[in-house]
């Protein structure tokens, strides 16, 4: 039985050193408990911060007054092909977040936004998946921390 596999993008772009300066910037900064991750239909804390959505689709059911959201950052989600490839199935959580780390490291600008948050304060990754330990918002944190923190 052939295993399904997301092709890898090539990564190479001048965006990744956009990333790369941001990054060193905000460690200077950012401790990691500063950034959060949270279900959108969690209610709004105080201690939330910045409330960032960081799924491609808006989640079903929440208001846009609900959501109280901070700014929707739908770029930086996995792409739709990478998203529907995971399918929320943690047998291939590994690999998405392999894949998400590269497609990751294209998004310069858009994770710049993300860290632009951090270096004003507390930041919480909102996303709409049943699933607290196989989602895009546990995968971008830690892609965050690993380039904030090394």
Same mark, same amino acid.
């Given at each position: +039985?052939?295993? !399904?596999?997301?092709? #890898?993008? #090539? /990564?190479?772009?001048?965006?990744?050193?956009?990333?790369?300066?941001?990054?060193?910037? /905000?460690? +200077?900064?950012? +401790?990691?408990?500063?950034? =959060?991750?949270?279900?959108?239909?969690?209610?709004?804390? $105080?201690?939330?911060?910045?409330?960032?959505?960081?799924?491609?689709?808006?989640?079903?059911?929440?208001?846009?007054?609900?959501?109280?959201? $901070?700014?929707?950052?739908?770029?930086?989600?996995?792409? @739709?092909?990478?998203?529907?490839?995971? @399918?929320?199935?943690?047998?291939?959580?590994?690999?998405?977040?392999?894949?998400?780390?590269?497609? !990751?490291?294209? =998004?310069?600008?858009?994770?710049?936004? #993300?860290?632009?948050?951090?270096?004003?304060? @507390?930041?919480?990754?909102?996303?709409?998946?049943?699933?607290?330990?196989?989602? @895009?918002?546990?995968?971008?944190r830690a892609f965050l921390m690993q380039r904030i923190f090394g």
């Amino acid at each position: +039985m052939s295993r !399904l596999r997301y092709p #890898v993008p #090539v /990564v190479g772009s001048g965006r990744g050193l956009l990333l790369l300066s941001a990054a060193r910037e /905000v460690a +200077m900064t950012v +401790m990691p408990e500063r950034i =959060k991750i949270k279900r959108i239909y969690e209610p709004k804390a $105080d201690a939330d911060g910045a409330r960032l959505l960081v799924d491609r689709i808006w989640p079903r059911g929440v208001s846009k007054e609900h959501a109280a959201l $901070d700014a929707w950052l739908k770029d930086v989600a996995p792409s @739709n092909e990478l998203r529907h490839w995971f @399918n929320h199935e943690p047998k291939r959580w590994e690999e998405f977040c392999r894949c998400y780390t590269s497609e !990751l490291q294209q =998004k310069g600008e858009e994770v710049s936004q #993300v860290l632009d948050f951090a270096m004003k304060g @507390n930041v919480t990754l909102l996303y709409a998946a049943s699933d607290d330990e196989h989602n @895009n918002a546990v995968a971008l944190r830690a892609f965050l921390m690993q380039r904030i923190f090394g």
